[in-house]
């Protein structure tokens, strides 16, 4: 008896010392690290998940369409958000396509700032996001002349607007003469 308990009582002092050191080197303090350098064998796991930069802005696509007079609609999303049920806590195949767009779009704003633009229309992230969109807004087999805006906003804080990080140019049936794409109109996300 005296055996099982000593091996019970050196179990759980062993485990509790291993949550506390867990939970220990979770904190944003770098005093912490030490712990972790100090671990030969990797037993201390990191779960800083958004270290060392956290994400601090979304990344959206939005279109408008031009009309027949040569005015541009206003815009709207490419892909407004799914209504969410409770299925989808473990089912929902159309957040990857969701996911997808989310992801070129920010790419496509990285790369709006480095490279050339030409370099930007010939990229894959570019193509993927025009054929979505003309995918998107494409009426009876054909699809209208139509511009897409890539837009930065903090996601829920109210206080930061969004800003224009990519304007394509007219795409869609070619021109027929219609003015070029004035500036955006406000976007309200």
């Known amino acids: 008896m005296e055996i099982r308990s000593l091996v019970r009582g050196g179990s759980m002092l062993l485990f509790s010392g291993a949550l506390t050191l867990t939970v220990l080197s979770q904190l944003p303090s770098h005093s912490f690290d030490r712990m972790r350098r100090r671990d030969l064998f990797g037993l201390i796991p990191n779960w800083k ?4 930069v956290p994400a601090t802005s979304d990344h959206e696509v939005f279109h408008r369409l031009r009309n027949p ?3 541009w609609q206003d815009w709207q999303r490419t ?3 799914a209504a969410r049920r409770f299925l989808h806590l473990v089912w929902f195949p159309g957040r990857r396509a969701d996911k997808g767009v989310f ?5 496509l704003a990285q790369l709006a700032v480095t490279v050339d ?3 930007l229309v010939l990229s894959s992230s570019y193509r993927t996001i025009a054929a979505t969109v003309g995918r ?3 009426v009876e087999g054909e699809t209208p002349v139509h511009q897409f805006a ?3 906003h903090a996601g829920s804080d109210d206080a930061v607007l969004p800003e224009v990080v990519l304007l394509s140019p007219a795409l869609g049936a070619p021109s027929d003469g219609a003015p070029a794409p004035t500036p955006l109109s406000p976007v309200v996300p």
């Open 117 to 119: 633009p030409v370099e």
């Open 49 to 52: 998940f958004f270290a060392p």
């Open 103 to 107: 992801d070129h779009a920010s790419e």
């Open 79 to 81: 892909s407004p958000p």
């Open 150 to 152: 890539i837009i930065t």
């Open 69 to 71: 007079d040569g005015t």
């Open 136 to 138: 998107s807004v494409r």
